[in-house]
Protein backbone atom coordinates (compact mmCIF):
# COMPACT_ATOMS: atom_id res chain seq x y z
CA UNK A 1 0.00 0.00 0.00
CA UNK A 2 1.28 3.39 -0.80
CA UNK A 3 0.27 6.67 -0.13
CA UNK A 4 -0.17 8.83 -3.53
CA UNK A 5 2.52 11.46 -2.25
CA UNK A 6 3.78 13.78 -4.38
CA UNK A 7 7.36 13.54 -5.87
CA UNK A 8 9.78 16.51 -5.13
CA UNK A 9 9.99 19.11 -7.36
CA UNK A 10 13.65 18.61 -8.85
CA UNK A 11 13.85 15.39 -7.55
CA UNK A 12 15.44 12.51 -9.84
CA UNK A 13 12.23 10.77 -9.46
CA UNK A 14 10.08 14.27 -10.74
CA UNK A 15 12.99 14.21 -13.74
CA UNK A 16 11.88 10.89 -14.75
CA UNK A 17 8.77 11.84 -15.49
CA UNK A 18 7.16 10.20 -12.14
CA UNK A 19 4.21 12.56 -10.53
CA UNK A 20 3.97 10.32 -6.94
CA UNK A 21 6.21 7.62 -5.04
CA UNK A 22 2.95 5.26 -5.97
CA UNK A 23 4.06 5.97 -9.74
CA UNK A 24 7.45 5.34 -8.83
CA UNK A 25 6.14 1.71 -7.34
CA UNK A 26 4.28 0.75 -10.32
CA UNK A 27 6.69 1.17 -12.47
CA UNK A 28 9.40 -0.87 -10.42
CA UNK A 29 6.82 -3.49 -10.43
CA UNK A 30 6.80 -3.33 -14.59
CA UNK A 31 9.92 -4.06 -14.84
CA UNK A 32 10.14 -6.70 -12.51
CA UNK A 33 7.14 -8.49 -14.21
CA UNK A 34 8.64 -7.94 -17.86
CA UNK A 35 12.09 -9.63 -16.53
CA UNK A 36 9.84 -12.30 -14.70
CA UNK A 37 7.92 -12.92 -17.76
CA UNK A 38 11.00 -13.30 -19.86
CA UNK A 39 12.76 -16.15 -17.77
CA UNK A 40 8.75 -17.79 -17.59
CA UNK A 41 7.48 -17.36 -20.69
CA UNK A 42 3.61 -17.67 -20.94
CA UNK A 43 3.44 -17.30 -17.36
CA UNK A 44 1.37 -13.79 -16.04
CA UNK A 45 3.03 -12.28 -13.95
CA UNK A 46 0.99 -9.11 -14.14
CA UNK A 47 -0.07 -7.09 -11.12
CA UNK A 48 -3.27 -4.87 -10.25
CA UNK A 49 -2.57 -1.14 -8.84
CA UNK A 50 -5.87 0.22 -7.10
CA UNK A 51 -7.34 3.08 -5.74
CA UNK A 52 -9.62 4.23 -3.07
CA UNK A 53 -12.45 5.98 -4.47
CA UNK A 54 -15.99 6.53 -3.38
CA UNK A 55 -18.72 3.55 -3.76
CA UNK A 56 -20.08 3.13 -7.01
CA UNK A 57 -23.81 2.49 -5.76
CA UNK A 58 -26.32 5.41 -5.87
CA UNK A 59 -27.08 7.20 -2.91
CA UNK A 60 -30.55 6.64 -2.44
CA UNK A 61 -31.41 6.89 0.29
CA UNK A 62 -34.03 9.85 1.10
CA UNK A 63 -36.43 10.01 4.00
CA UNK A 64 -39.75 9.81 2.63
CA UNK A 65 -40.96 13.86 3.69
CA UNK A 66 -37.59 14.99 1.84
CA UNK A 67 -38.26 13.77 -1.53
CA UNK A 68 -40.12 15.33 -4.09
CA UNK A 69 -42.69 13.53 -7.10
CA UNK A 70 -40.12 14.92 -9.49
CA UNK A 71 -37.44 14.02 -7.86
CA UNK A 72 -37.79 10.27 -8.14
CA UNK A 73 -36.74 9.42 -11.53
CA UNK A 74 -33.24 10.81 -10.56
CA UNK A 75 -33.25 7.93 -7.90
CA UNK A 76 -33.89 5.20 -10.18
CA UNK A 77 -30.06 4.29 -11.49
CA UNK A 78 -28.22 2.05 -9.02
CA UNK A 79 -24.96 2.97 -10.36
CA UNK A 80 -23.11 6.43 -10.21
CA UNK A 81 -22.44 7.54 -13.75
CA UNK A 82 -19.59 7.01 -15.44
CA UNK A 83 -18.22 3.50 -13.54
CA UNK A 84 -16.79 0.95 -15.25
CA UNK A 85 -17.08 -2.74 -15.68
CA UNK A 86 -13.73 -2.80 -14.14
CA UNK A 87 -14.78 -0.79 -10.80
CA UNK A 88 -18.57 -2.12 -10.59
CA UNK A 89 -16.38 -6.05 -10.46
CA UNK A 90 -13.69 -4.64 -8.16
CA UNK A 91 -17.10 -3.19 -5.70
CA UNK A 92 -18.55 -6.74 -5.92
CA UNK A 93 -15.34 -8.10 -4.90
CA UNK A 94 -14.97 -6.20 -1.97
CA UNK A 95 -18.62 -6.38 -0.69
CA UNK A 96 -18.36 -10.85 -1.44
CA UNK A 97 -15.24 -10.73 0.41
CA UNK A 98 -13.27 -12.28 -2.28
CA UNK A 99 -10.06 -12.03 -2.25
CA UNK A 100 -8.77 -8.69 -5.08
CA UNK A 101 -6.02 -11.32 -6.46
CA UNK A 102 -8.30 -14.11 -7.87
CA UNK A 103 -7.75 -14.38 -11.78
CA UNK A 104 -10.29 -12.50 -13.84
CA UNK A 105 -10.81 -13.34 -17.52
CA UNK A 106 -13.02 -10.89 -19.84
CA UNK A 107 -14.59 -12.53 -22.45
CA UNK A 108 -17.60 -11.57 -24.82
CA UNK A 109 -21.23 -13.31 -24.84
CA UNK A 110 -23.23 -12.10 -27.97
CA UNK A 111 -21.35 -8.35 -27.69
CA UNK A 112 -21.65 -8.05 -23.71
CA UNK A 113 -18.63 -7.71 -21.85
CA UNK A 114 -18.45 -10.15 -19.20
CA UNK A 115 -15.90 -11.05 -16.30
CA UNK A 116 -15.16 -14.50 -14.93
CA UNK A 117 -13.37 -14.84 -12.12
CA UNK A 118 -11.58 -17.85 -10.56
CA UNK A 119 -12.77 -20.02 -12.86
CA UNK A 120 -16.36 -19.05 -12.67
CA UNK A 121 -16.85 -18.50 -8.96
CA UNK A 122 -18.11 -15.18 -10.39
CA UNK A 123 -19.61 -14.16 -13.24
CA UNK A 124 -20.55 -10.92 -13.97
CA UNK A 125 -21.70 -8.54 -16.85
CA UNK A 126 -22.32 -4.98 -16.22
CA UNK A 127 -23.60 -3.92 -19.75
CA UNK A 128 -26.27 -1.11 -19.51
CA UNK A 129 -28.79 -3.79 -20.83
CA UNK A 130 -28.57 -7.31 -21.11
CA UNK A 131 -30.68 -10.01 -22.97
CA UNK A 132 -31.98 -12.99 -22.39
CA UNK A 133 -29.88 -14.86 -24.39
CA UNK A 134 -26.76 -13.65 -22.63
CA UNK A 135 -28.34 -14.45 -19.50
CA UNK A 136 -29.08 -17.74 -20.70
CA UNK A 137 -25.01 -17.91 -21.92
CA UNK A 138 -24.03 -17.29 -18.20
CA UNK A 139 -26.62 -19.34 -16.68
CA UNK A 140 -25.40 -22.21 -18.58
CA UNK A 141 -22.01 -22.32 -17.51
CA UNK A 142 -22.69 -22.86 -14.30
CA UNK A 143 -21.31 -19.91 -11.74
CA UNK A 144 -21.26 -20.07 -8.04
CA UNK A 145 -22.27 -16.41 -8.10
CA UNK A 146 -23.50 -14.00 -11.10
CA UNK A 147 -24.32 -10.22 -10.97
CA UNK A 148 -25.93 -7.94 -13.30
CA UNK A 149 -26.65 -3.85 -13.07
CA UNK A 150 -30.44 -3.88 -11.66
CA UNK A 151 -31.20 -1.40 -14.25
CA UNK A 152 -29.51 -3.48 -17.24
CA UNK A 153 -33.32 -5.55 -17.38
CA UNK A 154 -35.70 -3.63 -19.40
CA UNK A 155 -38.66 -4.64 -16.58
CA UNK A 156 -39.11 -6.10 -13.39
CA UNK A 157 -40.38 -8.99 -15.58
CA UNK A 158 -37.31 -9.41 -17.08
CA UNK A 159 -35.39 -9.20 -13.96
CA UNK A 160 -37.47 -12.32 -12.73
CA UNK A 161 -37.56 -14.04 -16.27
CA UNK A 162 -33.84 -13.98 -15.59
CA UNK A 163 -33.80 -14.99 -11.78
CA UNK A 164 -36.06 -18.02 -13.03
CA UNK A 165 -33.45 -19.27 -15.65
CA UNK A 166 -30.70 -20.00 -13.22
CA UNK A 167 -33.35 -21.55 -11.14
CA UNK A 168 -33.86 -24.27 -14.19
CA UNK A 169 -30.31 -24.23 -15.66
CA UNK A 170 -28.28 -23.62 -12.64
CA UNK A 171 -30.35 -23.77 -9.39
CA UNK A 172 -26.93 -23.51 -7.15
CA UNK A 173 -25.78 -20.21 -8.14
CA UNK A 174 -26.27 -17.07 -6.53
CA UNK A 175 -27.61 -14.53 -8.13
CA UNK A 176 -27.56 -10.56 -7.83
CA UNK A 177 -27.88 -7.29 -8.88
CA UNK A 178 -26.28 -4.16 -8.13
Keep these: MQLDEDCQTGSVAAQHGF ?3 ADIGRERLRKAANTLGNLRKGEDVGFRSLHVDSSNRTDVLRAADDTEQLELSALEPSVVAGRTGDD ?27 FAVDDDALIACFAESVTPE ?21 SDAARINAEQVFREVSPATEVRTI
Excluded: C, H, N
Aim: net charge negative; no cysteine; aromatic share 10%.
Design 134 to 154: VVRVIAESGPLRAVFRDDAFE
Design 88 to 114: LLFQVLIDWGLELSLPIVRDEVDGYEV
Design 19 to 21: RTI
